[in-house]
């Protein structure tokens, strides 16, 4: 699925974000705090156009993804690609000081095998982001929102996209994922620790931290 989006990605979720989707990178780069020369996985990267953005703290940032389709759609990015399946790193034990997904973990066939995966990969008392679609949390808002997931997205992705099927499966899948503190208690139940997140455009999107245990 992802090979056929590939062409039109980085347009597409500009425009169906609203151009929300620069401000929610800034909040994933923000809830690492990159510092220069820190080893850092993005993984289920896709096109690089996430990890271009967390490349901007300085730090050494390598995309990983499964898509060979998404990850030639950005060939022309300046970034280490790998690659990679989410629930088999080809990584060593304990080899990036912050790892972070971000519009991917929904995607993985089994997320908390990801989530163990990216935990093992992780140095002690390293960062971990998740940046994923989420449940709006003002009651009038969300229905709107499920409105124009279920209506609205898949008429505008029609418009803009080189797979458009690709974005109902978008919405049926934001709509069955978890809430914000039920994606969090699973990220503690794959090991991670002080497990918080933020809410972004009142909860269309939310960024879960958490850190591995020195
Ligand atoms: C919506 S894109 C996100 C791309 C990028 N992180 C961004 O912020 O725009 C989701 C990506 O997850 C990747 N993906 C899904 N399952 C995966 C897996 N098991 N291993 C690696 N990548 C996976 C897909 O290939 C796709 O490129």
Redesign the pocket.
Known sequence: M?DGVAKRYDLT?TVISGGQDRYWRWATRNALALRPGERVLDL???TG??TVDLAKSGAWVVAA???QG?LAAGRHRRVPMVA????ALPFEDESFDAVTI???LR???DPDLALREMLRVTKPGGRLAVAEFSTPTFGPFRTLYMEYLMKALPRMARAVSSNPDAYVYLAESIRSWPTQPQLALRIEDAGWSRVQWRNLSGGVVAVHRGFKLD
């Open positions: 992802f979720n289920a990267a896709g156009v996430s993804d499964f898509s998404m990679a399946d989410a629930m971000a519009y991917g995607n993985v066939s």
